[in-house]
């Protein structure tokens, strides 16, 4: 059973920094296509950065380029998004996602809502101004 779950939300001010961790359940996180996708009240879901942790690239969405930053620990089968900068924009829940087809996956792949299989629950990122 594939597993992610999603821990470091909350509330901050404009210009301060939040780190989202992605805990990895059930697979080898290595081997699949890992994004971070966000949804705002009354918005749709978008994709913000998507990597293949076996090797590569990410994608950052133009919104987030310069400020987020994906890593990994790969012992611990987790990922990692680190916001800076953080803008009231920027308010949503933010989900971690997972689909197999590494082939389309990192710079040149904005993630796209239909190729991601599996989800986490999400946690809520809050910025005032």
């Known amino acids: 059973l594939v597993q992610l779950v999603e821990s470091g939300g909350g509330s901050v001010q404009a210009g301060g920094s939040l780190r989202l961790s992605c805990a990895a359940f059930?697979?080898?996180?290595?081997?699949?296509?890992m994004g971070w996708f966000r949804q705002a009240p009354g918005k749709e879901r978008e994709g913000v950065v998507a990597i293949y942790p076996g090797g590569g690239s990410p994608y950052y969405a133009d919104s987030v380029k310069g400020r987020f930053t994906i890593s990994q620990d790969n012992a611990k089968n987790t990922l990692y998004l680190q916001m800076n900068s953080l803008k009231p924009d920027d308010t949503a829940m933010y989900y971690c996602?997972?689909?197999?087809?590494?082939?389309?996956?990192?710079?040149?792949?904005?993630?796209?809502?239909?190729?991601?299989?599996?989800w986490g629950q999400g946690t809520q990122v809050t910025v005032s101004s």
């Open positions: 059930g697979y080898t996180y290595t081997t699949f296509c």
């Open positions: 996602a997972a689909h197999t087809r590494t082939s389309h996956c990192g710079t040149w792949y904005p993630p796209s809502l239909t190729d991601f299989t599996y």
